[in-house]
């Protein structure tokens, strides 16, 4: 068995940023990823032009389409694929992963089910111990070596000591919790938050505006993950206010920017066609907002990210709807 080893599955921009930090932890790292040229790219020394360009990989970083040897020997797993295709993902895994540590990296909720990625991972991985890792990162920064930190939550201690040990170094600062469903829901609904955020800069509707989005939509992440049984602070820790503030604040962001692109009047369609990168907040506003009603949640920002972005309808009305809302205590 190799010494530290770790699998990251997911060959796109985060896989390979967190494959990065893995490297600079000392570990020897091996990126699974279905697209052949992404293997031969990172294999060949090229880096990974495709997803993150730019950005020179260490030796130590290899790449192969086949997830058994991915897998062999691999302490701790690194799972970062787009999260309607995390189930898929999962259940090859299996065969390979138990009693290994899995960090989820995903930020979404599955549309076909409701279900959290923890929730996922719990039905695929069974015999994996499932942590969450999830906070303000853009891909290309850690990439980089710039200094960052994450919310590293999991209920057992061995899983939380393997991630720790695999990705934490000075310029990736895990904190550690044991509030997974905390950690993920604000990771997953702050992507639906940058696309409303992202219409308002697209419309220049102002800073003033933002900010109240910010906010307000930082009440809507709290009511829905206190009803899911996580904890307030975890809200207000990085997974939660720390990832919302970076997203909806740089049209770095994929979410903010496809938002920017729908605010000055292209279409939901228009813009997907033109990216190779996954934009998760559309593909979560309907699983986001379905949840919400299933919990009686209210989620007034979401819901209007979702009638735009999966039911085309009318921005301009839309906005008015939202700003015509009656008018209501600040809290509670
Ligand atoms: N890029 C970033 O800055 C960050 C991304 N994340 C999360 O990481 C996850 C992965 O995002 P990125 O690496 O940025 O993706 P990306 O947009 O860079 O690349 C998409 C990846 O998805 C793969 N993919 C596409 N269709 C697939 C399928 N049917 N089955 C399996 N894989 C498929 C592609 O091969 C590629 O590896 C997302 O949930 C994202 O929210 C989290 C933090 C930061
Ligand atoms: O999750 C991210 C930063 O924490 C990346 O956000 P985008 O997917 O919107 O680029």
Redesign the pocket.
């Known amino acids: 068995m190799k010494a530290n080893s770790v699998a990251v599955i997911g060959g796109g921009a985060?896989g390979t940023a967190l494959a990065c930090v893995a490297r600079k932890a000392g570990n020897d790292v091996c990126i699974w990823a279905r697209n052949q040229t992404v293997v031969a790219d990172i294999n060949e020394g090229r880096g990974n032009p495709l997803y993150l360009p730019d950005v020179s990989l260490e030796s130590g970083i290899t790449a192969t389409t086949d997830m058994a040897e991915a897998l062999e020997g691999a302490q701790a797993v690194l799972l970062v694929v787009p999260s309607q295709h995390l189930r898929e993902i999962a259940e090859r895994m299996a065969p390979h992963a138990s009693g290994k540590a899995v960090a989820l990296c995903s930020?979404g909720v599955e549309r076909s089910t409701g279900k959290l990625m923890s929730e996922v991972a719990a039905q695929c991985l069974p015999d994996s111990g499932i942590a969450v890792l999830s906070?303000?990162?853009?891909?290309r920064e850690l990439a980089l070596g710039l200094p960052g930190a994450v919310t590293l939550a999991a209920t057992e201690e061995w899983v939380q000591n393997t991630i720790l040990q695999t990705v934490g170094i000075p310029t990736f600062r895990p904190y550690v919790s044991n509030d997974v469903v905390g950690a993920e829901i604000g990771?997953a609904v702050?992507?639906v938050l940058?696309i409303a955020c992202g219409i308002v800069t697209g419309r220049n509707l102002g800073e003033n505006a933002r900010a109240a989005l910010v906010t307000r939509g930082l009440a809507e992440v709290m009511r829905l993950a206190v009803k899911l049984g996580a904890r307030a602070e975890t809200v207000m820790g990085l997974s939660g206010l720390g990832?919302l503030t970076?997203?909806c604040n740089s049209p770095?962001?994929?979410?903010?920017s496809f938002g920017i692109e729908l605010g000055r009047g292209r279409t939901v369609a228009e813009i997907l066609a033109e990216r190779r990168a996954?934009?998760?907040?559309v593909w979560s506003a309907e699983s986001v907002c379905d949840l919400a009603d299933k919990l009686k949640v209210d989620m007034p920002i979401c819901q209007a990210v979702n009638r735009i972005v999966s039911l085309d309808a009318d921005i301009e009305k839309t906005i008015s709807d939202v700003l015509n809302r009656p008018f209501r205590q600040e809290h509670g």
């Open positions: 985060f930020k906070g303000p990162t853009f891909a990771g702050k992507n940058a990832d970076l997203t770095q962001s994929r979410n903010m996954v934009t998760e907040g």
